[in-house]
């Protein structure tokens, strides 16, 4: 206005004083028309007067309302008005129609033209039409009935029929489901908030924007956007009133913060109708998961466009919608759990209620540790049933049962510690996303993971997490980063871990394997069978050779993940307790579980003695399972099986000292810079052996070398039969590793 009219400071602001009736910091049009055009209140003071009372106002709506479509025209209120024996001219009819169409859609509606005359309830902020709602929530449900919102009509002095109730009812029903929410109250009675939240939405030129504006917003990266975060980004175009009316209609499940899902559905403004529209489909959860197996055509486990297009039958438009709010984690593709989100409204409202016990993704952790109430590393419907009604909220079983098939995406019958994050803290999956960014495929992964590992023990710590990320990352992001990957809880993250979080397609690689083995005894055999040159190791030409004529039909760039994914070490071979890690799933959870039962290295000495009952120096299968069993250590066979099969390295059916330790030491004589110092120093010694330099030391280069340094014949010839593994009358050099790590 300044630039149009040459007016001071001071004018400006006395100016501006005037027109902002409602204080609001904004001059809407029907308050600059108001000032404007000087007969306006004249002649709104003088319809006043004519139609007096709150009942004659809705009494007059009614009859201007000529064609009963809920709203009056401008012909409408022309005619009406002359009906009423009033007296206005055509400009004095266009200054009251243009005051009272608050909203521009060319027509007059019951609010508006109750607002005009003073008879509809008027609120200045937003937080007051909130106390309205929840006063006029009798049975505190959440939301406003028919009967609930004629109660509140009658208490502002008007004496509705039940067909304006009606009337009234099904305007402010937007998504159609029979009742008001708290978002659609709002939207009625406030219609600055959609004001505001409109000029906001047009800041956004398509979806992708939106979802990449929710990461700018979202300043500490917890997932979340507060009012201050809002407040902050929405900038000085925007004023306090304006801030508060669209986080009030973006805080859909009333945490206090806005979400991912809900700040796209408030963004997009045909979202919420499309995913009613479409989610109406299904009668209910059962309806969902058939749908989703249905359209899941490869049957990955995942939903591609391609897949959920053909299978709904969708147009771009609303398939653009589902992505939007349903790719939480940003992969491209939807899995179940996301889809029972976005089709089944009444299972999100659960996980929405439950979901705001937490604060932070340590809260989450800290939870499902309370909740798995026997250590399993799972959580199984009951523990679900207890834990969701242990947070001072109470949760139906029809809402658990919901819950449980949204977290557990594997389908199988239990919800690990990954899904359970993932699932109630979504700002993982963000934070996941924005790091995967970055490494895009396995190899580099592997660099990232060794230049974060500073001290070299192949497992990274949260400090060392923190350093490797620098400072591209918010301090919740972190925290989500390392959540989502330590998932054995053993507060650190090992290459496996580190690989299944940041490459998505490492899993879909290793469920291949996996479907291959049923139980530990197969694996032992695939390992063997591809050890050609039974030295203990595998070479990746031994995988390229061997997988074939094991049965196994895999891509090379499948047997190449295996062997990165296999090779902890770096010593360019897998061993077989290398291979169960990765062939057993379960593996890694198992090991990490029974790691926490000795503080030290002299309690898994003595563990040892008291589990070798024939005192022969090794713990046979059967010996392991009454030892953890008689120390209050409760592991099902299977469990007892991957121990087992992960300490007994060189297959002799017996697990010795050195093995026991080596496997339940914090830090594995397999990983690490000592265990690199500790190989080279292998070598050097076996390359100054062997004398010919022929890759092999015989039983008399043993003996030129011992002899002279006070070794026995007896002591030599002991040492040779237990390195010669293949007995050729030779030691490698990964025989002489092997016999020494024992």
């Not at 909740?371 to 799972?378: F, H, I, S, W």
């Not at 980063?481 to 998505?504: H, R, Y």
Request: charged share 25%.
């Amino acid at each position: 206005m300044k630039s149009i009219v040459n007016l001071s400071q001071g004018e400006m602001s006395s100016v501006f004083s005037v027109m902002d009736v409602d204080n609001d910091d904004n001059i809407s049009f029907s308050e600059f028309a108001r000032t404007i055009i000087s007969s306006a209140d004249e002649k709104i003071c003088l319809l006043k007067k004519n139609l007096g009372t709150a009942s004659s106002v809705q009494s007059a709506f009614k009859k201007f309302d000529v064609n009963n479509d809920g709203n009056i025209s401008f012909n409408e209120l022309c005619s009406g008005l002359k009906g009423q024996g009033m007296k206005f001219s055509d400009d004095d009819v266009k200054t009251i129609f243009a005051v009272a169409d608050m909203d521009n859609d060319g027509e007059i509606s019951l609010p508006e033209f109750e607002k005009l005359l003073g008879t509809a309830p008027s609120f200045g902020r937003v937080e007051d039409v909130r106390a309205a709602f929840y006063r006029f929530d009798v049975n505190n449900d959440g939301s406003i009935d028919k009967k609930e919102l004629k109660q509140m009509l009658i208490a502002t002095g008007k004496s509705p029929s039940d067909q304006e109730v009606e009337t009234l009812f099904k305007k402010g029903d937007i998504d159609g489901d029979g009742e008001i929410n708290l978002q659609e109250f709002i939207r009625m009675m406030f219609p600055k908030a959609v004001e505001a939240l409109t000029k906001l939405q047009k800041s956004f030129k398509n979806v992708s924007e939106i979802k990449q504006s929710f990461r700018k917003y979202d300043i500490d990266g917890d997932g979340h956007i507060s009012r201050d975060e809002l407040r902050h980004v929405m900038s000085s175009k925007f004023s306090e009133c304006e801030v508060d009316s669209v986080f009030a209609l973006g805080d859909m499940d009333q945490s206090g913060c806005i979400d991912y899902q809900e700040f796209v559905l408030l963004m997009l403004s045909n979202a919420s109708s499309t995913l009613t529209r479409l989610s109406s489909k299904f009668r209910g959860i059962g309806d969902v998961k058939s749908a989703f197996k249905q359209f899941d055509i490869n049957k990955d486990g995942q939903i591609s466009k391609d897949e959920l297009k053909n299978g709904m039958r969708l147009s771009d438009e609303e398939l653009d919608v589902i992505f939007a709010v349903g790719d939480l984690d940003g992969d491209g593709e939807i899995n179940i759990g996301e889809f029972i989100r976005v089709m089944c409204p009444s299972a999100a409202g659960a996980l929405a209620r439950f979901r705001n016990s937490f604060r932070s993704v340590e809260e989450v952790v800290s939870a499902f540790k309370s909740m798995d109430l026997n250590g399993d590393g799972a959580l199984n419907k009951q523990e679900l049933m207890e834990g969701m009604n242990s947070f001072g909220k109470s949760f139906s079983q029809d809402e658990v049962n919901n819950v449980f098939a949204m977290a557990d995406i594997n389908s199988d019958g239990e919800i690990n510690y990954t899904e359970f994050v993932a699932m109630l803290f979504p700002a993982a999956s963000s934070a996941l996303a924005k790091f995967r960014s970055k490494h895009q495929n396995l190899k580099n992964a592997k660099e990232v993971f060794n230049s974060y590992d500073f001290d070299g023990d192949e497992e990274i710590s949260y400090e060392e997490l923190v350093a490797g990320m620098g400072g591209e990352y918010s301090a919740n992001e972190i925290n989500a980063v390392f959540a989502m990957g330590d998932t054995d809880q053993d507060g650190k993250i090992s290459f496996l871990e580190f690989a299944k979080i940041m490459i998505p397609s490492t899993n879909d690689a290793l469920s291949k394997f996996w479907k291959c083995f049923n139980n530990v005894s197969n694996v032992r055999q695939a390992f063997q069978k591809l050890d050609i040159d039974k030295d203990g190791q595998i070479s990746q030409q031994e995988i390229m050779q061997g997988m074939s004529s094991a049965g196994l039909k895999l891509s090379s760039s499948e047997i190449e993940t295996l062997f990165i994914l296999g090779d902890r070490d770096n010593n360019g071979q897998i061993d077989f307790s290398e291979f169960a890690m990765i062939m057993i799933p379960s593996a890694g959870e198992r090991i990490a579980k029974l790691k926490k039962c000795f503080r030290s290295r002299s309690e898994i000495e003595a563990a040892f003695h008291r589990f070798d009952a024939n005192k022969d120096g090794a713990i046979s299968f059967q010996e392991l399972k009454s030892g953890l069993s008689n120390s209050g250590i409760h592991f099902d066979d299977q469990e007892v099986e991957t121990v087992f099969a992960l300490a007994d390295r060189d297959c002799d059916g017996e697990v010795s000292m050195s093995e026991f330790v080596d496997l339940l030491s914090v830090s594995s004589v397999s990983g690490g810079a000592v265990n690199k110092f500790f190989e080279f120093c292998v070598e050097v010694a076996f390359n100054a052996i062997d004398a010919n330099n022929d890759g092999a030391v015989s039983h008399q280069e043993l003996s030129q070398v011992l002899r002279p340094s006070g070794f026995s014949d007896h002591e030599i010839r002991t040492l040779f039969a237990l390195a010669d593994h293949d007995n050729d009358g030779e030691i490698s050099l990964n025989e002489l590793l092997r016999a020494l790590r024992k």
